[in-house]
Every structure is written in C-alpha cells, then in structure tokens.
C-alpha cells in the first residue's frame, strides 16, 4: 500500500474509534460491568469529613450513571470501625481475573514518615506496600486514585503493567490538605473534561482537567502550590506531571528516555459513551493494544525509514480497521 493510502487508512481508522459496532453487544453485561471501590478516610476535622462526602457524592454519581458495582467504605458511622479490614474483605472478594475494570479512588489525608506512605483510614491505615500487596494476586484492568496529601510514593509502590495509578502530590513531603480530589471528582463524569471530544471523559483526560484546576486555585489564591499530581501508565513507577502533556498527548519524555505515560489512561472510561458500550471487552481490548502499538510506533517515526515506519503501520491500521468490520470501515 502505497503511503497516501495508509494515510487515507489512518483517517478511517480514527473515524471509526468514534462510532459503534452495531453487534447489539450492551456494556451492561456482567463480565463488562466495572467495579468502583470508593475508600473515604478518617477525615480529622469535621470541615474535612464534608468535604470528602461531597466529593464521595460525585464518585456515586458517576458511578451510577456508568452502571458500574459500587462498594463504599468509611461513610458509615460506627464505633469500633476498622475500614482496612473492611478494604481487605472487598477487595478479597473481587474476582481476579476478568476482563472488567476495577477502580480503587482513595479520598482523605495521607502521611509520609521518610520511608512509608500511608492512607489515613479509620482504625489503622492503608500503607502503600499493603495496597500493593492487595491488589497483586489481580489480572485485570485497574485504575488506582489516591486523592490524598503525601500520596506520591504510592506511584512506585502500585505502579504495573496495564494498570494506571494516579497521586495529588509528587511525593510523600507534600503532606498538606490536597484539594485535587474535588477536582478530579468534578471532572470524571464531567462532559467539559472531554479534550478530545470524542464524546466520553477519560481518565487522563480527568487527570488533566484536575490538574488544570488545581494550579488554577493555587494561582488565583497567590498561594505557593503544595501538591502536584502524576499519573502512571506504563509501569515503569515513575509518574508523569500534567504540565508534560499538550492535549491528550504526552509532549516531554525524561532524560533517562523512560516510556511516555497517559496511553492506557485515555483508554479508560467510567462513563462510556453510547458509541463505546457497543463495543465488547473482546473488540475494545484488542482495539486498545492496536491504539497502544500505533502510538509507541509514532515515537519511534524519526528514528526509523518512512518507508519501514509506513510499512509496520500498515498492518496494525488494517486490523484496527478491521475490527469494526466490512459494513463499518467500508472495505470489504
């Protein structure tokens, strides 16, 4: 195929990510039906507790409209309550291996003593070498939120392969109160926050939008920002600020040539648009490999021949194509 038409392919391609498969496939089906595990902390100051309620009340609100299984800890009063024991039944009873996304938001305060993070909680708190620990016997898509002070080092500690972790501070010393959970609460059901228009917020695009909004406040305020966020994707632990991004891309890359963050993260939705729930977990996952390999391809376009890039992309944008079959992308 001769360039201009892996050109012409490639507008098709992206064409057709934007329109269903009419299979009559709906995302309501129980092996597509995500499941949110919302964590709110010890809040310390009753200011604070109201605060993370509402912020507690936009995750269930989006999580309603997505249709996703919904599992509250730390909301209802109790004497006695220990919330990890709680976490630890929750996630004990999850199933490990599906194709189903799993979200784990933490909202509250966070500790750091020089050597171990910590997500303040009723009763005692959830470490960051604990979380990993519960959520590594998982082989399914996993999107961790750890809205909290002092979150940073649950980047290196969580951070795997297929899985996004996203923290409001770059590192533990950041321990004051994070305001990035209301932000990123906003912006995950929020159709403002759709960068790219496609019709559905990701949860890059949340993460970006948060951000955003959270320099916002610290600018408008004439105070020194305490918090900056990072999200991880690509497993390498490292994490990625939001003012690397232009878009939905990932503009700077690190000296040390570490792998670009935010590819899996726009492939994730809690709220799906209608056009995205048509697709089953068969043809969106492999979809998303296909997407994921196209743009680690694009990174390498200097490095390589225009001819040799061209010819690696062909077939990678005829399956993508493919995928959405004869009727869709009009070849037959």
Not at 47 to 61: H, P
Not at 228 to 245: E, K, R, S, V
């Amino acid at each position: 195929m001769e360039r201009a038409g892996v050109r012409k392919l490639l507008v098709l391609c992206l064409l057709h990510s934007c329109l269903a498969v009419k299979s009559g496939y709906s995302s309501t089906e129980p092996e597509d039906r995500a499941t949110v595990i919302l964590v709110v902390g010890a809040p310390g100051e009753e200011d604070f507790g109201k605060r993370f309620e509402q912020w507690a009340g936009l995750w269930e609100k989006a999580a309603e409209q997505a249709d996703a299984n919904l599992i509250t800890i730390g909301l209802t009063p109790s004497a006695g309550t220990n919330d990890l024991d709680r976490l630890n039944q929750v996630l004990e009873n999850e199933p490990k291996e599906t194709t189903s996304e799993l979200w784990l938001v933490l909202i509250g305060h966070g500790t750091f003593d020089g050597k171990e993070a910590k997500f303040n909680l009723r009763g005692p708190d959830l470490a960051a070498t604990n979380c990993a620990r519960l959520l590594q016997p998982f082989h399914r898509p996993i999107a961790v939120i750890n809205a909290a002070s002092a979150s940073g080092p649950f980047i290196n500690k969580l951070s795997a392969p297929g899985r996004v972790v996203i923290t409001a501070t770059k590192s533990g010393y950041e321990q004051n109160y994070a305001r990035f959970g209301q932000f990123i609460a906003e912006a995950i059901a929020n159709p403002q926050a759709d960068l790219d228009k496609d019709g559905q917020t990701s949860l890059l695009e949340a993460f970006l939008t948060a951000s955003r909004h959270t320099a916002e406040f610290y600018t408008t305020e004439g105070r020194l920002a305490t918090e900056h966020a990072l999200i991880d994707d690509n497993g390498d632990g490292l994490g990625t600020p939001a003012d690397w991004f232009r878009g939905v891309r990932a503009v700077k890359t690190a000296a040390n040539s570490a792998g670009v963050d935010g590819l899996r993260a726009h492939q994730i939705h809690l709220v799906r648009s209608e056009q995205e729930r048509q697709l089953s977990p068969a043809v969106r996952a492999r979809r998303d490999e296909l997407e994921v390999a196209i743009a680690k391809l694009r990174e390498t376009k200097g490095k390589t021949t225009e001819e040799e890039y061209y010819r690696q992309l062909e077939p990678l944008l005829l399956e993508l194509a493919r995928l959405y079959g004869p009727s869709q992308s009009g070849f037959e």
